[in-house]
RNA sequence: GGGCUAGUAGCUCAGCUGGAUAGAGCACCUCCCUUCUAAGGAGGCGGUCGCAGGUUCGAAUCCUGCCUGGCUCACCA
């Protein structure tokens, strides 16, 4: 579509001087593709000429039509409604716009090679001290499928994540499993590595708990109470013991975190994310202070009398900011400076794009001018894609009192319904139960993936495990059905059909197809500049409908022309290749049958 | 209190760089499987686009104020 308006704009301008002899901005040219109820594929609104022209809206459109339809070849007819002129776009263009997309292999995707530009994007970033739940799910869908987008958009990129695996929290599972555990592991207790650990984790908050109350009775404030727990005083000396590398420490915390990351690995697999580099907090938590040093020496930071660093950002309408304790420790801000700037040593990106909740955004919006001050000019190339919270209908989801929707559990629980409509509906038969399982894992991972993916980043969602996420409508399951059902006609299909269609007109509905068709290269330019799988999940459905109502209303097989027949054989294999091609910027995969 | 962000049908969401009568899905009610997969299609019901002003030929969209929710403003991460 976006070609189209670019053909149009030089004898839209052309036509302005010959008619009404005045030069009329090409920025003011404003397009909108026509309504269904109005005749006509592009729309030209008039009002802004009406200033140049100095005639009504209706005259100008008339002469603009008029001159259009002489002047320019693909330009078959007008009409005028108000001060919108509609224009009839001939069939030759279109079919010719869709031949060339037919035989591009990789259709709407820009070609990448080493002199492309590089973008970083980091997500999921996890703790190691618990499982992952649905808002890691959100975080990891929206970041490997920006990632791709990106990628398809003609960007080199790398996934990175930074795993949390320091600090007090970490001390805190650890502790409990010292105090608590005897000695359980995965391999004895059958539990995944990650979920043991969340199990202490948990077990710690509940031991906490009950120390905090016992002290409120004994006549503590439960200020007091909270500080002086004797659980807490016993991990917070582990983590003392733990930074000066004592060895027990140190040998315990390797071991758990070890049960952790295969825990995650599985999550990740099965969820279909992956990385090309880890970064570990357990290494790169001290590499920003050298860099707050320097700050300090060229002046853009300053120091209180107790030592600890400070940057004044309220000339940017933000605060004072701390980037060093006055024990010279680092406190999360110095961590994300040393990090930023070692990945940019690392890769030399043009890029980077943080995968992080919007509860950080202050963080960020910080992070990005102290990055700047330091004179790093990359600073103004990074961007928080920050996302809302994935909320129950009861409220935040907790980790430490147990109410979150683990991660491993909702795709498990997605599955066995994808299952169970399945098998309600029949239609797999000759399948093995491998191939069974894999179609189950397709859908009710498609299910919940385009679920998530469908709604903007930024606002935030309620998911409500009571009520199970749709199968039908706008979902998943939806747009892999037609996929599967144009697989069906292939299978069917002799040849592999034709791209043009050399006598009969169009349909109408395969001319709305071909349009749908081929805005997909922009949509991948959109969704990649604003960060939004939603856009190509939208997108997709829309061509989806589309192609159900021409599959509905016009005949394939049944069409006495051979040429309509293999023209429309060819179209359906070309919608499956964008359905197809789209979901899988999406991470989601559609099945050849279902 | 300051900052950021959101508020569109009973529910979940599109539309937001200003354009024609605000669109989908779910739910509810009708129809359509001897044409290619009914996880589909056709139709009905359902809206003061949070409220009030303003800018404009034109506002869900831009501006201002207010209301409501969320986040944030830590020597936590």
């Not at 070609?111 to 973008?119: E, G, M, R, V």
């Not at 618990?130 to 958009?153: D, F, M, Q, T």
């Not at 990649?528 to 190509?536: F, G, H, R």
């Amino acid at each position: 579509m976006k070609d189209l308006e670019i053909k149009l704009i030089e004898p839209i301008v052309k036509a302005v001087k010959a008619i009404f002899g005045v030069d009329f901005p090409v920025n003011q040219i404003n397009f909108q593709t026509t309504r269904k109820e109005f005749d006509g594929d592009i729309t030209l609104v008039v009002f802004p000429v009406v200033r140049f022209s100095k005639k009504s809206p209706e005259q100008t459109a008339e002469d603009l039509g008029e001159y259009l339809v002489r002047e320019v070849q693909f330009v078959e007819a007008y009409n005028v409604l108000k001060g919108f002129l509609n224009l009839v776009i001939s069939d030759s263009y279109w079919l010719e716009s869709y031949a060339s997309a037919y035989q591009k292999s990789d259709y709407g995707f820009v070609k990448t090679d080493d002199s492309a530009p590089l973008t970083i994007v980091e997500y999921s970033s996890p703790n190691t001290n618990k499982p992952l739940h649905l808002g890691h799910i959100r975080n990891n869908l929206l970041g490997y499928s920006v990632a791709e987008i990106i990628k398809a958009s003609g960007t080199r990129v790398k996934k990175v994540q930074i795993i949390n695996d320091r600090g007090i929290h970490i001390c805190k599972s650890m502790l409990a499993w010292k105090k608590f555990g005897q000695g359980e592991t995965p391999e004895s207790s059958g539990l995944k590595g990650d979920h043991l650990v969340g199990k202490y984790y948990v077990r710690f908050d509940q031991e906490y708990k009950k120390e905090i109350s016992n002290l409120l009775v004994e006549g503590k404030t439960e200020e007091e109470a909270k500080k002086e727990a004797p659980i807490l005083k016993e991990a917070q000396q582990m983590l003392r013991a733990w930074e000066s590398k004592d060895e027990e420490v140190v040998d315990l915390w390797t071991r758990m975190n070890q049960w952790v990351y295969s825990g995650f690995d599985t999550t990740y697999t099965r969820l279909g994310v992956d990385f090309d580099a880890n970064y570990y907090e357990s290494e790169t938590y001290l590499l920003g202070k050298k860099y707050v040093d320097i700050g300090l020496e060229k002046g853009v930071f300053y120091q209180k009398e107790d030592g600890s660093v400070w940057v004044d950002l309220t000339d940017e309408k933000l605060d004072h900011k701390l980037l060093l304790r006055g024990d010279g420790t680092a406190v999360y801000m110095t961590q994300d400076i040393g990090t930023a700037i070692q990945r940019h040593l690392d890769f030399d990106f043009n890029k980077m794009v943080y995968t992080v909740g919007n509860e950080q955004d202050y963080h960020f919006n910080v992070l990005f001018k102290v990055l700047s001050r330091l004179g790093y000019s990359w600073a103004k190339d990074c961007r928080h894609l920050s996302y809302g919270m994935v909320d129950l209908p009861s409220g935040k989801m907790k980790s430490r009192e147990g109410t979150v929707v683990d991660a491993d559990d909702l795709m498990e629980e997605m599955v066995t319904t994808a299952k169970s409509i399945s098998e309600e509906l029949g239609k797999l038969d000759g399948f093995d139960e491998e191939q069974l399982a894999s179609v189950y894992e397709t859908i009710g991972l498609g299910a919940l993936k385009y679920f998530i993916l469908k709604v903007d980043p930024k606002k935030r969602m309620v998911f409500n495990p009571s009520e199970s996420i749709d199968f039908n409508g706008h979902t998943g399951p939806f747009i892999q059905y037609t996929h599967a059902r144009i697989c069906s006609l292939q299978r069917r299909a002799e040849s592999s059909g034709i791209v043009l269609k050399p006598e009969s007109e169009l349909h109408p509905k395969e001319k709305e197809l071909l349009k749908v068709i081929l805005c997909y290269p922009d949509i991948i330019q959109e969704a990649a500049k604003d960060c939004s799988p939603a856009v190509l999940a939208n997108y997709t459905y829309d061509l989806v409908k589309e192609y159900n109502q021409f599959y509905q209303q016009v005949p394939i097989f049944g069409t006495q022309s051979e040429d309509d027949k293999a023209f429309r054989i060819g179209l359906s294999s070309m919608v499956g290749k964008v359905i197809s091609s789209s979901m899988c910027l999406l991470g989601i995969t559609v099945p050849e049958r279902m």
